[in-house]
């Protein structure tokens, strides 16, 4: 694995990016979770590859990726809005509080 690999390493890294080669390409956000909660990496992490696109950016900042290379040809100013396109979420994860949560401390 990839992440387990690098785990030895983290400390001393102040940057790691994650790539995402196509669409179907899932394994990056399972990494990016990973080195956020079981190793506790606080550096940039970075997505790249020709999936990162707009309409994932927001995924892949609930998956604790804090910096986006997008693909070719994506257009950077609808990817940062693409960021706040969602103010809850239905799961935990970064930075958002999950509706679960919301709707309990509402009562």
């Known amino acids: 694995d990839p992440v387990e690999d690098l785990a030895p390493e983290l400390q001393r890294l102040s940057l790691?990016?994650?790539?995402f080669p196509g669409p179907g390409e899932g394994r990056g956000?399972?990494?990016?979770?990973?080195?956020?909660?079981?190793?506790r990496f606080t550096g940039e992490l970075r997505?790249?590859?020709?999936?990162?696109?707009?309409?994932?950016?927001f995924l892949m900042a609930r998956s604790g990726f804090d910096a986006?290379?997008?693909?070719?040809g994506e257009d950077p100013e609808a990817a940062r809005q693409a960021l706040q396109r969602y103010t809850?979420?239905?799961?935990?994860?970064?930075?958002?509080p999950s509706i679960q949560r919301q709707r309990f401390y509402a009562n």
């Open 47 to 57: 997505a790249v590859g020709a999936a990162v696109k707009r309409d994932l950016v």
């Open 68 to 72: 986006f290379e997008l693909a070719p």
């Open 29 to 39: 956000y399972s990494q990016a979770r990973l080195l956020r909660t079981r190793y």
């Open 16 to 19: 790691v990016a994650v790539e």
């Open 88 to 96: 809850v979420a239905y799961q935990p994860g970064a930075p958002l």
